[in-house]
């Protein structure tokens, strides 16, 4: 029977979000001064991002402790801080564009990261948040996504109860790489 994970459908899902984000590049440069830039397009980029994050979180919160509660994501980083806090330091980077990204980093203090609660403003207050869909929440959600989705796959593609691939066999199975 074919999985989301053997057939690995949240990964080919990053990948086309990626994709997405890629495309925004013809018209936006990813640098430091245009990270405040915001559009329709990057709240496309983010929603997406974001709600795909929602639904990894759980799936990894279920195979860490199937028990726990799992509704938000202050719920989530309990989880995972707790059996995952290299999470919070894991760095994301787009070498295309020099640019070095932490996603999760608000963690480290209790706190949920800035791009999710923008993300969570944008969608519900677009009126009066619009101008949250930036680059740089975009980035950072498509940056969470990635490091969610690489600890994701590294606890469930191998067999049940056995111990979890480590990084390199865990980018081996992830293919077509990400750029």
Known sequence: ???????????????????????????????TPNLDVYSIELAHL?????????VI????CSILDSTAARENMNDYRSV???????????????????????????????SN????????????QSDQHF???TLKNALNALGGLLALSFHYYRLSLPSSGAQPLDAKETTRQLQPEST
């Open 113 to 124: 990261p800035d791009w999710w609660g923008s993300y969570n403003k944008v969608k519900h």
């Open 46 to 54: 983010l929603f997406a991002a974001a709600s795909e994050v929602d």
């Open 57 to 60: 979180a759980k799936l990894v």
């Open 131 to 133: 101008d949250r869909a």
């Open 80 to 110: 995972i801080m707790a059996r995952m806090p290299d999470l919070a330091s894991m760095q994301v980077f787009i070498p295309r564009y020099g640019l070095q990204l932490t996603p999760w980093d608000n963690w480290t203090t209790g």
């Open 1 to 31: 029977m074919i999985t989301a994970t053997t057939s690995k459908l949240h990964w080919n899902y990053f990948l086309a979000l990626e994709r997405d984000m890629e495309a925004v590049s013809r018209y936006i440069e990813f640098s």
